[in-house]
């Protein structure tokens, strides 16, 4: 190399054009395809089932099994214009719905104040006391089936609402206690001392001051412990005998049972019988998903 070679200056590489928004936003959809693939075909296998059943309850058994997954030609409405007027679909959701209620009512006032005293009294034994009620968790319901049912015939609860609400209200302790106890401890202790100098009682600034301001987590547990009755089988399928006292659960497949034949009604029974759950979830589902990533972080 020469002297002139090696005093010439190296020139730099040529500067890269800048991104554009518009490749950038194409950059970040490639990016995130596969998440978007995977979402479609999870919403996917959630929906066409769903469609599958509320177009099958418009047409009949024929319709169903020459042209399964088309449109309803013609339309045929009776199916559910015969379970709307029919007391075996009324008196079934009748009984999920007070059954639902009172279990919320009662899982919802019995944890919030055992998850009061676990967040914001400090007392021996308390860590322990806590975990016990977790270890709740992992208590299958299927295992205490059979010395539930005992516990209930020498009660006398068979045959009564009591049967299914205290049970229910007893398992769904564990995750109810977790979740308002992490809200409850978020809440700064200036509060409570706030409330204390006003000469507000531990029971005043839990009634007043502490509930409303856990608004989220109570909303939060209570579309919890209702989906979890309403979809309950097997505890009524034990307790109930009496064909008046069934749930919604218990109607469908007595009713599955009752018209085996006839698909194209029991679609039309099946959907209506979602139709309350889905409405219901789909109006709290805002706040169970506030309130339980912030239960899971907090406390």
């Not at 109810?176 to 600034?205: K, M, Q, Y």
């Not at 069934?246 to 007595?254: A, C, E, R, S, Y």
Request: aromatic letters at 12%.
């Amino acid at each position: 190399m020469t002297t002139k070679e090696a005093a010439r200056p190296v020139s730099a590489p040529a500067p890269r054009p800048p991104v554009t928004a518009k490749q950038a936003k194409r950059r970040a959809s490639l990016r995130h395809l596969p998440l978007h693939v995977i979402c479609i075909l999870v919403g996917a296998t959630i929906v066409v089932p769903l469609l599958f059943g509320i177009l099958g309850g418009f047409k009949d058994n024929g319709q169903l099994v020459t042209r399964p997954f088309g449109l309803p030609d013609p339309w045929v409405f009776e199916n559910y214009a015969d379970m709307l007027v029919s007391s075996g679909f009324w008196r079934p959701l009748g009984n999920s719905i007070f059954i639902a209620v009172a279990t919320t009512l009662l899982v919802v006032l019995a944890s919030a104040l055992a998850a009061f005293v676990f967040a914001r009294f400090a007392f021996r034994g308390r860590e322990l006391l806590f975990t016990l009620f977790s270890i709740g968790l992992m208590f299958p319901f299927a295992v205490a089936i059979l010395p539930l049912y005992v516990v209930l015939r020498e009660m006398d609860l068979l045959d009564n609402p009591l049967g299914v609400i205290l049970p229910q209200a007893a398992f769904g302790l564990p995750m109810t206690i977790i979740i308002l106890r992490g809200f409850f401890r978020d809440i700064p202790g200036s509060v409570e001392e706030a409330a204390i100098l006003d000469g507000c009682t531990p029971w005043g600034f839990f009634w007043r001051i502490l509930l409303p301001m856990a608004r989220p987590a109570l909303a939060t547990v209570s579309v919890l412990a209702v989906v979890s009755s309403w979809n309950n089988f097997m505890l009524p399928l034990v307790v109930f005998n009496d064909p008046s006292m069934w749930t919604l659960p218990l109607g469908v497949q007595q009713f599955q049972g009752q018209y085996a034949a006839d698909t194209a009604r029991i679609l039309a029974y099946v959907t209506l019988a979602i139709v309350p759950s889905i409405a219901f979830y789909a109006l709290a589902e805002r706040h169970l998903t506030s309130g339980l990533t912030s239960g899971a972080t907090k406390g």
